[in-house]
């Protein structure tokens, strides 16, 4: 089976605990969850049974550790993950509003998470990649775009593919060089895997048809963009599949698009028709959103194939 590979930031959730309560004041708080959109992606691909494989660093500490140990049960290749002494992992202090909304107070950049880099063991995992995965939450710092296009050049070598997600944060798109880093992920991208409005941050077009054409005519194989509770629409040469969601009540959305894409990623490696890929990755979508904490909810596949056996479908 082919093997993917992701590089990017690990962290630990911490929520506060009562919808509107926010951080002005003290009040009770739930976690450390695992989380770091890297991290969710590969072990939600580890839980399907993909060969799958994170560049990241993270402190010696224990929010490290509940991440590292949380990957390694769940199958994950973890040798390229560095323990740091002397910085802390980074975290997501998370708060959510009355109107649905989230608020995030990050410590990334700061933390472990931004001494990613390619040394010995991140090459050696590279050069048993077959797909390569890269996340706009990720892009974060000139070292981690460095850290980004050393995976893609790697597993291009070696005749491999890439998919980009592109979650970037709104405050990220100020950082020096990630426009160009954009469109050099966008140059080797084989399968483009937007939310709905991350769909026109790169086309000309206004509307999804012509957006996802100009992607398509850029050399992209494969769109698949999601709609959150409406499910995805998958976009090739062949032409357009449409896949609604599941009907599930949504506890905490975090996460979704990651084990989406992570299902969809392993799915189309394995050769899967869009509607097979499509069906399972909204499976772990939705499963996903059913639990607080952003890893709460990631499906095994034998978890995940019994779900959409028996659950209902909502409108596309
Ligand atoms: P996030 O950034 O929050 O991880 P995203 O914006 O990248 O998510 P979404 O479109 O919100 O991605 O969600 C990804 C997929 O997860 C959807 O295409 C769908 O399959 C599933 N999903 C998300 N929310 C729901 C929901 N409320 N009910 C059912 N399925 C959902």
């Keep these: 089976m082919k093997k993917l590979v992701c590089a990017g930031e690990i962290l630990v959730e911490i929520m506060a605990e009562r919808i509107g309560q926010g951080f002005l004041a003290p009040g009770p708080l739930v976690g450390p969850f695992p989380s770091g959109a890297p991290a969710i ?170 957006a996802v054409r100009e992607m398509l005519q850029r050399g992209i194989s494969t769109v698949v963009v999601k709609k959150g509770g409406q499910g995805a629409v998958h976009f090739d040469r062949a032409g357009r599949t449409v896949s609604p969601g599941f009907v599930v009540d949504e506890i905490d959305p975090t996460g979704a698009g990651d084990c989406f894409a992570a299902a969809f990623v392993s799915f189309w490696l394995r050769g899967a028709t869009p509607e097979k890929a499509l069906r399972i990755a909204n499976g772990c979508g939705a499963l996903a959103v059913t639990k607080k904490g952003p890893m709460e909810g990631i499906a095994f596949l034998a978890a995940v194939e019994a779900f959409i056996e028996t659950a209902e479908t909502g409108e596309a």
């Design 41 to 210: 992606f590969i072990d939600q691909a580890a839980r399907l049974g993909q060969p799958a494989g994170l560049i990241a660093a993270v402190g010696d500490d224990d929010f490290g550790h509940l991440n590292i140990e949380r990957l390694r049960a769940d199958g994950a290749d973890i040798s390229a993950i560095k323990v740091h002494r002397g910085a802390a992992t980074g975290t997501a202090f998370v708060t959510y509003e009355t109107d649905g909304s989230r608020h995030f107070v990050y410590n990334i950049k700061q933390s472990a998470a931004g001494l990613i880099e390619i040394g010995t063991e991140a090459r050696a995992l590279l050069a048993s990649a077959d797909h390569f995965h890269v996340m706009g939450t990720s892009l974060f710092s000139p070292e981690t775009i460095a850290v980004a296009r050393a995976g893609i050049e790697a597993v291009k070598a070696r005749g491999g593919t890439v998919s980009f997600d592109p979650n970037i944060r709104e405050e990220m798109l100020d950082l020096p060089g990630l426009r160009e880093a954009l469109h050099f992920v966008l140059s080797k991208t084989d399968l483009f895997l937007p939310s709905g409005p991350e769909l026109f941050i790169f086309a000309k077009a206004t509307d999804e048809e012509g």
